[in-house]
């Protein structure tokens, strides 16, 4: 908001300029554009730099995921939308900040058809393995001719089955395992309210209820939680929600994750004002 009048203010005091007009509106049309993005998730290394970020476009109710490396290469990319069903990514991390996993998940608008992929990565951000599910149950697999190089038949499958019960397996000798006990990962919790009304937040963390109205710019810390290993994000460990004190009042999130120790994290809250309501209200 604070570029968009510095843009404005800017644009007034070079308005004399005939040649000028073209430029004061290609930047405040990419201020207003940049506006109408809703930010879902936002998790960062400790560096700073932008590790995973979430968002989706209020205008075409479509948007990305992404997941970057060190240097600031996309290593990960899916679709996330609002219309025609839903699709979104929920992202785990290292304790370098580095994505550890990525679960999408799509599911069509009216359909019992849903498609589900899950990317792991190592703590340098390099793909390690890939595992997607698709359920169609209205989907026929097509029926294929049988060949010498095609898997045996019942009767084939009766007879392997026949000898294997027949053979004695070879004994292998056990190994004795170690097992190491996983780490227990404290996650902070901050809520921020950005926006001109008061709003009424609400934490239920271990059947214990936390309530408090924020006004504006006024902020709340909220209940810590553990985690094993890596950080969880609140909406996968906790109930939070929200409720502007005004009526037809719509307010959008936005979580960013700074990971400060190897087992330690800070999400904040970020409470705004959506885009259509700071317009409509001018």
């Known amino acids: 908001m604070i570029k968009r009048k510095f843009i404005l ?47 989706i476009d209020e205008a075409k109710l479509t948007g990305k995921a992404r997941a970057y490396n060190f240097k600031g290469e996309v290593i990960y990319e899916e679709e996330t939308r609002r ?12 304790e370098n900040g580095m994505v550890h996993r990525a679960d999408f998940s799509s599911h069509p608008d009216g359909g019992i058809q849903w498609l589900s992929k899950l990317t792991v990565f190592n703590d340098q951000g390099e793909k390690i393995s890939e595992k997607k599910e698709v359920h169609d149950p209205l989907r026929r697999s097509p029926y294929v001719v049988p060949g010498p190089d095609s898997p045996p038949g019942p009767k084939k499958q009766r007879e392997t089955h026949r000898k294997k019960e027949t053979e004695k397996p070879t004994p292998i000798p056990s ?10 990962h404290q996650n902070y919790l901050t809520v921020i309210n950005h926006t001109r009304f008061k709003i009424e ?66 999400h904040t809250i970020h409470l705004f004002e959506s885009a259509f309501e700071k317009r409509t209200s001018k």
């Open 201 to 266: 937040v609400t934490f239920i963390y271990q059947n214990k209820d936390t309530v408090k109205v924020l006004k504006s710019g006024e902020k709340m810390e909220g209940p810590t939680y553990i985690t094993a290993e890596i950080s969880g994000l609140p909406e996968k460990n906790l109930t939070f929600r929200y409720v502007p004190k005004r009526r037809r009042k719509k307010v959008k999130k936005v979580v960013k994750s700074i990971q400060n120790e190897v087992y330690k994290t800070t």
């Open 175 to 184: 190994k004795k395992e170690v097992v190491h006990c996983a780490g227990i």
């Open 83 to 94: 219309m025609s069903g839903s699709a979104g990514v929920n992202f785990t991390h290292h």
């Open 9 to 55: 203010k800017v644009g007034d005091k070079l308005l004399r300029c005939k040649f000028i007009y073209p430029v004061v509106f290609v930047l405040v049309w990419a201020v207003e554009l940049q506006a109408q993005k809703d930010t879902l998730h936002i998790h960062y290394f400790p560096s700073g730099s932008v590790s995973t970020i979430s968002y």
